[in-house]
C-alpha cells in the first residue's frame, strides 16, 4: 500500500526565513495531495489540496510543488513568522473509490518552530 | 475553516469505563471518518460510513468501537470498554470532493 515519507521531523527557522518541508510518496496512482496545519489542541486545519496534474499552487504565505515524477510533494513556508509554529502533515489519496476504500494517507509530521 | 464540530474537546475515563464522543460534520458532507492520532502523531483510520451505513471499518472497532450517525442527530464514536491504549486524539472529518474537512478533535485520557 503506499506510503508516505514526510521529512524533517523538526524544524526551527527564524522569523522571516524560508521554511521547507518534503513529503515522499510510493504509490504513482495517488492523485490527491493535501497539507494539513495543526495547532497544539487543535484539529487539522487544510492549507491546500492539489490534484494531479497541478505542480505548483501558491496560498497566503506559502508554496506547494508536486513533483509527479520524484513522487514528492513540498509545502514552502516563504517568509516564517511565529503564527506558523505548528504541526504540518502531508497527506496523499487515490483516486475518488465509490466504495468505502478511499482514505488519506498522512506523513509522520513536521513541528516548525518559528523565533521572533 | 471546516465547520465539522466535536464534543467533548476532553474526556477523561477510567479503564473499562464507555467512552462516548460526537461530531457534526458539515451540512451536505454525506461521509465521515473517525481517525485517531497517537501522542507519535500517527492517525489510524478507525471508520467511516455515509448517511447511517458502515462503509469501512478496522478489526479493532469491530470488538470495541461503534459508530453511528442517526438521522437528524449528532454521529458518534463510543469504545465499550476504554483500555489505556485507546488515549489519544480522535478526530472527526466529513469528506466533501475528495477532500477531508476536520473537527477539533476529541482527547481522551484513560485513566
Known amino acids: 500500500g503506499e506510503q508516505v515519507e514526510q521529512r524533517p521531523p523538526h524544524l526551527s527557522v527564524r522569523e522571516g526565513d524560508s521554511a521547507v518541508i518534503i513529503c515522499t510518496y510510493t504509490d504513482p496512482n495517488s492523485y490527491y495531495f493535501f497539507w494539513y496545519k495543526q495547532e497544539p489542541g487543535a484539529g487539522l486545519q487544510l492549507l491546500m489540496k492539489?490534484?494531479?496534474?497541478?505542480e505548483i499552487n501558491e496560498g497566503q504565505g506559502f508554496t506547494v510543488l508536486l513533483n509527479k515524477k520524484d513522487k514528492q510533494l513540498s509545502l514552502n513556508l516563504t517568509a516564517a513568522h511565529p503564527g506558523d509554529s505548528a504541526v504540518y502533515f502531508c497527506a496523499v489519496s487515490p483516486p475518488y473509490a465509490s466504495s468505502g476504500s478511499w482514505q488519506l494517507i498522512f506523513g509522520s509530521g513536521t513541528q516548525l518552530t518559528v523565533m521572533p | 475553516n471546516s465547520k465539522v464540530i466535536q464534543t467533548p474537546r476532553y474526556l477523561v475515563k477510567g479503564q473499562g469505563q464507555k467512552a462516548k464522543m460526537r461530531c457534526i460534520p458539515e451540512k451536505g458532507h454525506p461521509v465521515v471518518f473517525w481517525y485517531q492520532q497517537n501522542k507519535n502523531n500517527e492517525f489510524k483510520f478507525l471508520i467511516n460510513?455515509?448517511?447511517?451505513?458502515?462503509?469501512?471499518q478496522i478489526d479493532m472497532t469491530e470488538k470495541r468501537f461503534s459508530a453511528e450517525c442517526p438521522s437528524n442527530s449528532p454521529c458518534s464514536l463510543e469504545i465499550q470498554s476504554s483500555e489505556a491504549g485507546d488515549s489519544a486524539l480522535y478526530l472527526c472529518a466529513s469528506r466533501s470532493q475528495n477532500t477531508l474537512y476536520f473537527g477539533a478533535g476529541t482527547r481522551l485520557s484513560v485513566l
Open positions: 492539489v490534484f494531479s496534474s497541478t
Open positions: 460510513f455515509q448517511n447511517q451505513e458502515v462503509l469501512q
